[in-house]
């Protein structure tokens, strides 16, 4: 399936429409109407999400016999030093990145807050990001896709959802009818997102995690990797477990379990 690029406040990708308010997207299955020739593609981020990002993306174009100019943005100058192919892509650091008029963003930070405050950083000095939709991921006709979002591969999101800026909905994820999803949140690999739930700003979900219908998950929680969100959740606080419950012995350096349990 061919990669494409498009743009526009509704558009027509995968036999579907949604509307659409970031001003770029891949996708595939329409022509390039791309208003702005891009010079460059920076991806935000190259850590282990960053690479998959390349791979769905640029290597796809890069794969379809086309020559775009590819990098990576990263604070961490040796990220890339075990993989020869892709360390030549590192362009410098995103607290030094100047934005070029031809160049445009995908941001593959996973973690909500780091996310938004590179997000934000970003966006105040100039920058433009993109959105990205995977050919097998599945929308209905009336999502609203916000600015920055990654949606990967096998994705499901169902009727009436909203999608805020920077949501990254990672493999297998599902967002459920009547859902809202917040600025800067992640869905991690197979969270299940069910109907008329809210996810404030900043929502992390580990791998497998479950919120039940018309749940409200306040901003900058934390929901381990399988557990089942089965109650209303306060701003700022992990749950963990089936039912989940909130703990607090959890510390930064215990994100693995949250992510993978």
Not at 238 to 250: C, E, N, Q
Request: with cysteine; glycine share 12%.
């Amino acid at each position: 399936m061919t990669m494409q690029i498009f743009t526009g406040d509704v558009e027509r990708f995968c036999g579907q429409q949604a509307s659409i308010r970031s001003s770029t997207i891949l996708g595939s299955g329409v022509a390039v109407r791309s208003p702005t020739t891009v010079e460059r593609w920076l991806i935000v981020g190259a850590g282990g999400f960053g690479r998959e990002v390349y791979s769905w993306t640029l290597g796809q174009l890069h794969a379809a016999g086309t020559n775009p100019r590819v990098g990576f943005l990263d604070d961490d100058a040796t990220v890339l030093d075990k993989f020869p192919e892709l360390k030549r892509l590192w362009v410098g650091r995103i607290s030094d990145y100047e934005p070029q008029s031809g160049d445009r963003l995908l941001m593959a930070i996973g973690d909500p807050s780091a996310k938004l405050a590179v997000a934000e950083q970003l966006t105040a000095r100039g920058g433009r990001f993109v959105s990205y939709i995977h050919p097998t991921a599945v929308l209905a006709s009336d999502v609203q896709v916000g600015v920055g979002v990654i949606i990967c591969p096998s994705v499901v999101i169902c009727c009436n959802v909203r999608l805020g800026d920077f949501v990254l909905m990672n493999v297998g994820a599902l967002a459920g009818h009547d859902s809202m999803i917040g600025d800067g949140c992640t869905l991690s690999p197979h969270a299940d997102v069910t109907g008329q739930v809210v996810l404030e700003r900043g929502v992390f979900l580990g791998c497998r995690a479950v919120i039940l219908p018309k749940i409200h998950v306040g901003e900058f929680s934390r929901v381990g990797a399988g557990s089942v969100v089965i109650s209303q959740v306060k701003p700022r606080v992990t749950m963990m477990g089936v039912p989940a419950k909130r703990i607090d012995w959890l510390q930064k350096d215990d994100d693995e379990q949250l992510q993978a349990g």
